[in-house]
């Protein structure tokens, strides 16, 4: 799943994909470089990242989509919002991906009428501003288990057709978090729906490694998301597309 952040705040690309025609370029160099489907962001959620009107997420995400559309691979829209998930959706986007985790039941009813898979997240609270001072579990595999299940069972009970679980590695988690989710990713994979991983440049890596700039995180997040595919991640959102495929591919051939 390549990455295409219409924002001009994301931590690592923020800015570079503003202007539709340079964005449209990025999503045609993904797709060349191997990407299955492609993603498009209008709001950043970084952690403390202040909320984006609805209209200005629209007004960066719709034309973006509408041409992306054109390049026929499916397109997932990372909107929290209903308001932009519906005109997402009429226009043709094949995925809905939620970092809230539908928690709205707007959501989930937009799904449902559309006939459309939707990735559900786990993160502490609804609110990229606030989520890191709910950073604090007992056990988070557990709860990022159990939240990811019910979740799931209320999206499918609501007619949605099918789930994406995503543990939602940096949102409300830190280092010791995140480790721990990915060494048991199984506890995830093992409820039964296809399991999306998204470290690609995330701080984890820069803490492990050393790397402070998030373009730098190449081969950390090359090496964290083999050993996702290796636990049953079956999805990959990532920056990088070429580096991962190529990876991939190798790992494939010797262990898949």
Known sequence: MGILNLTPDSFSDGGLYLDPERALLRAKAMVAEGADLLDLGAESTRPGAEPVPVEEE?????????????LGVPVSVDTRKPEVAEEALKLGAHLLNDVTGLRDERMLALAARYGVPAVIMHMPVPDPRTMMAHAHYGDVVAEVRAFLKAQ??????????????????????????????????????????????????????????????????VFGSVAAHLYAAMKGARLLRVHDVKAHREALLVWDALWG
């Open 152 to 217: 799931a069972e209320r999206a499918l009970k609501a007619g949605v057709p099918q789930v994406v679980l995503d543990p939602g590695f940096g949102f409300g988690k830190l280092l010791p978090h995140n480790l721990a989710l990915l060494r048991h990713l199984e506890a995830i994979v093992e409820l039964g729906h296809p399991v999306l991983v998204g470290l690609s440049r995330k701080r984890m890596i820069g803490e492990l490694t050393g790397v402070e700039a998030p373009q730098e995180r």
């Open 58 to 70: 629209k007004r960066r995400l719709l034309p973006v989509l509408e041409a992306v559309l054109s």
